[in-house]
């Protein structure tokens, strides 16, 4: 697969025929190797690192300096997906000339573009970042950096008023320049009117089949962790299950013995072995600086 970019993104909406755009939150460099392999279009490198690999309740405790280091690892397997580097909370909120140079610590750890989370509040912000060259992916609906304000994780757009504010934030993210969209936990028919209502793709997570794309976090897809499983993910693997059992029988080989056996070890060649048992059991005498 040719590497994928911003001008090819924006140009997929499935009412022109496209195909569906398929986007995966990635941490680290088998990660995205894996993502590549899978012909997956965009690798985010999203502040949900927070949950599912740093241990946090919520996204909001991370910083630019971790997201450009999780950033630069999954830059470092060269995958042929779209890097997104997701701008954390308080990276893009204080003021335009922060968010500028925020952004640009992502994209100097190698992501093509930057994603941040809001609607209409945020154009100053988009608009900057985008005069100085860096793509921008908007995020509406359920956005997790709100998570105070929406008193949880809570779907937003169920009351019309709400829903026709949805779709006023999308058209006000495209007019400003942005290349893509994600909708996040927002009704089926909410999203449906507002990937009708624009012209650049529309990415959904919790917001059904009538995106111009889906996201899903790695972690969930792979059923890494099963402590918490939102209504919107697939789970295609049980790596928990996968993982605990091979932990097990490595322990279990271990403490039989069964683990390492001779094709597991290395050994001395025959002449050595034969000059090696000449020393003794003990092995060269260090004493005699033999
Ligand atoms: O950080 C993340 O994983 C995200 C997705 C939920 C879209 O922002």
């Not at 992501?111 to 060259?133: F, H, S, T, W, Y």
């Amino acid at each position: 697969m040719a590497k994928v970019t911003v001008p090819k993104i924006s140009a997929r909406k499935t009412r022109d025929g496209a195909d569906a755009l398929v986007m995966i939150t990635a941490y680290d460099a088998p990660g995205a190797r894996a993502a590549s392999d899978a012909g997956i279009d965009m690798i985010l490198v999203g502040d949900s690192v927070a949950m599912v690999v740093l241990g946090y309740d919520d996204t909001l405790q991370v910083t630019v300096d971790d997201i450009a280091h999780h950033t630069r690892a999954v830059a470092r397997a060269k995958p042929d997906c779209l890097i997104v580097g997701d701008l954390p909370w308080m990276s893009y909120h204080v003021s335009v000339e922060e968010t500028v140079r925020n952004a640009a610590e992502l994209i100097r750890a190698g992501a093509q573009c930057v994603k941040l989370e809001g609607g209409r509040k945020r154009l100053p912000m988009i608009e900057a970042l985008i005069d100085a060259e860096m793509p921008v992916m908007g995020h509406i609906g359920l956005t997790p950096q709100s998570v105070h304000a929406m008193g949880g994780f809570k779907v937003q757009g169920r009351q019309a008023e709400a829903a026709m504010e949805l779709i006023e934030d999308a058209k006000a993210l495209q007019h400003a320049g942005c290349f893509a969209i994600v909708l996040e936990g927002i009704p089926v028919k909410v999203a449906e009117a507002i990937t009708e209502a624009i012209d650049i793709p529309t990415i959904g997570i919790g917001a059904g089949p009538h995106c111009d794309g889906q996201v899903l976090v790695y972690h969930d897809v792979l059923g890494i962790e099963d402590r918490f499983i939102p209504k919107f993910v697939r789970r295609y693997a049980d790596m928990k299950t996968a993982t605990i059992d091979a932990l097990s029988s490595y322990a279990d080989d271990v403490r039989s013995g069964a683990f390492p056996n001779d094709d597991e070890s290395y050994h001395l060649a025959d002449d050595q072995a034969e000059a090696f048992g000449l020393y003794g059991s003990a092995g060269p005498d260090i004493e005699q600086g033999s």
